[in-house]
């Protein structure tokens, strides 16, 4: 049975009257990988600052077991003022530098020392010289394999000149240079770009401690949690697996649960019909028997409330065109800088839902303004539907005026506003986004990032669209609302273009995905799947225009007539299949020793350490891994067919 790391023992804070965690235990065990998750204001961020002692409880115990080295991240990381990225690194391992001072120390202290005294300090002498035998006694080559871990290029920058993915990358090496055994993450792959994302996945999937991990990333949740908690109502309810484990089994018990409370509201109609037959009826009753009808009711009335959030349903314009956009040739540069789009050609039809895919920096958002016309093309040519509706979230959330209130931003002070299925008291519409009538006269410059985009997406809905341009829409939002989201841009009969670092939203609804490719005449791909799909499909499709070039290389030979193909597999195709297995058991292993390696700090120590190659082959091992994976695909499909 594993340790227990960390532990909550009947927690309870409270902001005010409400109680935001009530008498909430928690154990987290040595080796347990945990997903945390809940709604905007559960209190998750408040969990963090429990665990990160930033916030006392009001009552019970948060427990470390003593020891345990602790690493913890939270969603906007802090740094010293004007602190380097070297520095930051080297305040990370502050432990390290007390216990080479207390080494000095020991060794200046023995020299007067006698008996016990001297009996103690040789036995603390040899516990420090051991973790700085572990560790290193030299801080440098430690520091250089964070840096390449986590692409930290430019030690001497100040941490707070950098952008947010850049700091986030700098407090995630600071949280590996630990090598902690406790590691509580709050959103670690807000700003990151993909590749960011796919490190921070491997070390997660190699990491041996005990990892509390809160995030809205679902594709990470399902690679890395063994299991998942809920946050709700102050309370956490507990799951097995991963994500989408976590998905079946509350989907049962959602389903058990209406059952229960289908037969709770007949009884308790039975039990409100008798009550009112009137006065001379409930003298029959005895006073608890009443009581418990009551309590009955409120039971029933809790279980029963109706959701903040309904259905959210985004209208498509009128517009029947096929063809919304068209762009033939198309660049762009800003003055001075690199060229963003290489002679780009799309062609937008109405009901693809495109995802663009690319890291920090390479020109999504700029590629989206070019195509409103916000921005003009440095060459090419790009032909819009003169009668085209286009609705846009950007990226700055600049839609929104900060001086007016919430409804005002909404409704410009009508009363009501046309949801396509009618008119609705502008008040009432905000409530189903999660803003009571209180506080719609807010200012709009006081809403979080995750009220923002909740408002703005509420004001998207009011208007039909025949395209629809969303950037970074799901940024801040809370998991039931992504759902929601997805479930509403499933159903949008429009075109979509959509930006988003969450790999498990893009995969759930995009149709097409235009992929960025550095080395590629354009420099944007476009092709017809999911994200998720997009390295097979560019090795498939690199792989299928080899044997065309080679073709057309050679002289035309005499056509012969071809023969009827028996179906099934071909003994040469059977021996292939034998091979591809084989072989991708082989990679299975390698990549289990690969993420071995890079779990292990000391792999990075020396500049040509196992760890460099290690992050080198994990790439390779990957790309090959799926090339093989689709070959076995094809053959198995010819196999079944015989």
């Known amino acids: ?122 036995d603390e002498l040899q516990s420090v010289e051991h973790h700085l035998e572990r560790w290193g006694w030299d801080l440098t080559p430690r520091l250089k394999a964070a840096a390449t871990v986590w692409n930290l290029d430019d030690l001497d920058a100040e941490v707070e000149s950098l952008s947010g993915g850049w700091r986030k990358r700098v407090a995630l090496a600071q949280a590996w240079l630990k090598e902690p055994d406790v590691l509580v993450l709050d959103e670690p792959t807000n700003h990151l770009d993909p590749d960011q994302v796919e490190r921070l996945e491997a070390w997660l999937q190699a990491y041996e401690g005990a990892l509390l991990l809160i995030t809205h990333d679902r594709h990470l949740l399902d690679a890395v949690a063994t299991r998942m908690l809920e946050l709700e109502d102050g309370a956490l309810r507990s799951y097995e697996g991963g994500y989408s484990d976590y998905l079946l089994e509350k989907s049962d018990r959602e389903f058990r649960e209406s059952r229960l409370t289908e037969h709770m ?10 009550l009112r037959r009137g006065a001379k009826a409930r003298t029959r009753k005895s006073k608890l028997r009443i009581q418990e009808v009551l309590d009955l009711k409120d039971t029933v009335e809790d279980r029963t409330r109706l959701e903040i959030r309904q259905g959210l349903t985004f209208a498509a314009g009128g517009n029947r065109s096929d063809a919304l956009i068209r762009a033939e040739g198309l660049r762009f540069a800003y003055p001075g800088g690199a060229e963003l789009l290489g002679g780009l050609d799309l062609s937008l039809q109405r009901g693809m839902r495109i995802a663009l895919l690319g890291p920090n920096g390479c020109g999504k958002s700029t590629l989206l303004k070019v195509l409103l016309g916000e921005l003009e093309a440095t060459a090419g040519e790009v032909v819009r539907h003169p009668k085209m509706a286009a609705t846009t979230i950007s990226q700055g959330r600049g839609e929104l005026d900060g001086a007016r209130s919430i409804l005002d931003n909404l409704a410009d002070r009508a009363a009501l506003v046309d949801t396509g299925n009618g008119t609705v008291l502008a008040h009432v519409y905000l409530t189903r986004f999660g803003f009571p009538v209180d506080q719609q006269a807010r200012p709009a410059a006081t809403l979080s990032g995750g009220e923002r985009n909740r408002l703005l997406l509420a004001k998207a809905m009011l208007s039909p669209a025949d395209l629809l341009v969303l950037d970074e829409p799901t940024n801040d939002l809370d998991i039931p609302t992504l759902q929601n989201l997805e479930e509403a841009l499933l159903g949008f009969g429009g075109t979509l273009l959509l930006v988003s670092h969450d790999r498990f939203f893009l995969d759930q609804v995009a149709t097409h995905t235009l992929a960025w490719n550095p080395a590629g005449t354009p420099r944007w791909e476009l092709y017809e799947g999911a994200p998720s799909t997009v390295r097979s499909l560019r090795e498939a499709r690199a792989a299928a225009q080899e044997p065309v070039k080679a073709e057309a290389s050679r002289p035309a030979a005499k056509a012969d007539s071809p023969r009827p193909r028996k179906p099934g597999l071909s003994q040469k195709e059977q021996r292939r299949l034998a091979e591809v297995e084989a072989a991708l058991d082989a990679l299975h292993a390698r990549l289990a020793t690969v993420d071995a390696c890079l779990a292990d700090p ?39 067919g015989a």
């Open 1 to 122: 049975m594993p340790s227990i790391a960390l532990s909550l023992i009947n927690v309870t804070k409270r902001y005010g009257a409400t109680a935001i965690l009530d008498g909430l235990s928690l154990g987290l065990f040595q080796g347990e990988k945990v997903g945390l998750i809940g709604r905007n204001g559960a209190g998750k961020s408040t969990l963090f600052r429990l665990l990160s002692n930033d916030e006392a409880p009001d009552s019970g115990e948060v427990v470390l077991t003593q020891g345990l080295r602790v690493a913890r991240l939270s969603q906007e990381p802090h740094f010293a003022p004007g602190a380097t990225v070297r520095q930051a690194l080297e305040a990370s391992l502050a432990d390290h530098s007390l216990l080479l001072a207390r080494h000095q120390q020991i060794h200046e202290t023995l020299h007067g020392a006698s008996g016990a005294a001297e009996a103690r300090l040789l």
């Open 602 to 640: 000391s792999a990075f120590l020396a500049s040509d350490g196992p760890g460099h190659q290690a992050l080198r082959d994990r790439e390779a091992v990957r790309a090959e891994q799926e090339v093989l994976e689709l070959e076995w695909l094809d053959l198995e499909e010819k196999r079944g």
């Open 265 to 274: 509201q007949n009884r308790l109609r039975r039990e409100m019909a008798w």
